[in-house]
Nanobody, 124 residues
């Protein structure tokens, strides 16, 4: 049974970098056919898919966020990370990490294995 857990600061100041870590147990982030993904949900809005890293280490980013986004991994710790730079209050959201089968990417929360989510607030 794969489990994912998000961790990182819950409060970030504007213009700084949001950094989150997803710790995975019960499955390897080097397993093929999965997209190891970051997703967020701003208050009152739908899911926004940020991007993913694959078993090969290649990445994909939502074009609307690409210039500010970096996803990386540490295979020795079975973790992958999100960095979102130059944040504003519009980046306030619940942030999720997820393991999603490649064909289920962007289908919604009922597909794949998701962490519980972590609230990140951008405020001075």
């Amino acid at each position: 049974q794969v489990q994912l857990q998000e961790s990182g600061p819950g409060l970030v100041k504007p213009s700084q970098t949001l950094s989150l870590t997803c710790t995975v147990s019960g499955g390897s982030i080097t397993t093929a056919y999965y997209f190891w993904s970051w997703i967020r949900q701003p208050p009152g809005k739908g899911l926004e898919w940020i991007g993913y890293i694959r078993s090969s280490g290649t990445t994909y980013y939502n074009p609307s966020l690409k210039s500010r986004t970096s996803i990386s991994r540490d295979t020795s710790k079975n973790q992958f990370t999100l960095q979102l730079s130059s944040v504003t209050p519009e980046d306030t959201a619940v942030y999720y990490c997820a393991r999603v089968y490649y064909s289920d990417y962007e289908k919604g929360r009922d597909f794949g294995s998701w962490g519980q989510g972590t609230q990140v607030t951008v405020s001075s």
